[in-house]
């Protein structure tokens, strides 16, 4: 388990449960599945776009303190509440995965704390 590394960072929405923010092996980043919260522990409000930021600004900040980047990601898994929202987030979500990595995006009964995304993702190592 030596090879394995636990990421922590306080720059985004803390963990909900018993796990990490991201666990870091030599060949790969995971980065748990993040939702629309604030570094201090607040949710985020406002329409799906602002929600998808506040999700992606967690995911940045937590490659980050990997010292890795979005740029490195290489799969990214998002859900949805309602796939009614898919265009919004996708609208805000293509800024951030400029590069393109493979995704899914799949509708949920529901996401923790109730919100109505969230996103998780695989990154290379810097």
């Known amino acids: ?3 394995i590394k636990k990421i922590s960072t306080t720059d985004a ?4 449960g018993p796990y990490s923010q991201a666990v870091a ?3 790969l980043i995971f980065v748990s599945g993040q939702i629309p919260g ?3 522990g607040q949710l985020v409000k406002g329409s799906i776009a602002e929600q998808t930021r506040a999700c992606c600004d967690n995911v940045a900040a937590i490659l980050k303190a990997s010292g ?3 740029e ?3 799969k990214v898994n998002v859900f949805l509440d309602d796939m009614a ?14 590069h ?4 899914s995006c799949v509708a949920v009964k529901a996401l923790p704390l109730g919100v109505p995304v969230e996103i998780e993702c695989i990154a290379l190592p810097a």
């Not at 929405?13 to 909900?16: I, S």
Request: without cysteine; charged residues 25%.
């Open 72 to 74: 490195r990601v290489v």
């Open 100 to 103: 393109k990595p493979a995704r």
């Open 1 to 3: 388990m030596s090879d």
């Open 68 to 70: 890795s980047s979005v």
């Open 13 to 16: 929405f803390p963990v909900a």
């Open 38 to 40: 604030t570094p201090d």
């Open 85 to 98: 929202n898919f265009k919004e987030m996708n609208g805000e979500y293509e800024k951030f995965f400029t």
């Open 25 to 27: 092996t030599p060949g």
